[in-house]
């Protein structure tokens, strides 16, 4: 991790885990926008347990991994701070099971990955769109709106450089084809 000068002493990765619409049924009642709803609980519920601030709640890797309260947490590049909490009880236990599974497969393929100076930090909510525009998978145009072509992250159909890329190449020539087939909408 670096501001500018290349100089941190730490070094932050992010693990995601997906959430898909199957994960969500506590949250069906808001239609399209239960991921959002649960990605506001998330993140009300971990900013509960904190006093306030933006101070982040944290826990040693192998104590995450364990189910117990860290006693203390060292040091973090995070500049509000950080402070001792038990995020393997406020985060959703799926998704615990998921952060604590992949966490031991580091360590099985880099050993060494689990050790007391590793801190886990919670959290980034969002990586790609909790919500999905629909598309027709054919045209890859929306199934109403004549000449709508909904493409990459903010549409729900990216969640990176390059399937963003992709995913807006291949619409391009979607409606590349839509347009020769059936002329401009507008016009
Ligand atoms: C801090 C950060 C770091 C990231 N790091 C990585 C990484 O290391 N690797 C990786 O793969 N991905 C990374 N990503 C994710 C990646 O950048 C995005 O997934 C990707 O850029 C999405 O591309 P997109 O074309 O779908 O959307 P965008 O790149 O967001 O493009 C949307 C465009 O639409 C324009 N726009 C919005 N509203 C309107 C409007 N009303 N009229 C006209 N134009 C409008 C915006 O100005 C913007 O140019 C990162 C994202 C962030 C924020």
Redesign the pocket.
Known sequence: MSMSRRDSPFANAGTVVSVDWQDLSDFHTHGVFAGLEFQRHVEQTLFEAGDGSQKAPAQRLPDFLAGRLSTAVPGSSYIPGIYSAPLHALLPHWIVSSLQAGARQFDRKMPGYLTEEAVVIGTESRT?SPIRIPRDPETRMHPNVIGLFP????AGY???????AMD?QNSAIAAGVWLGEHGNPRS
């Not at 493409?151 to 903010?154: I, L, R």
């Open positions: 790609s493409v990459g992250e903010g990216a969640g990176g450089i390059l399937s963003a807006g």
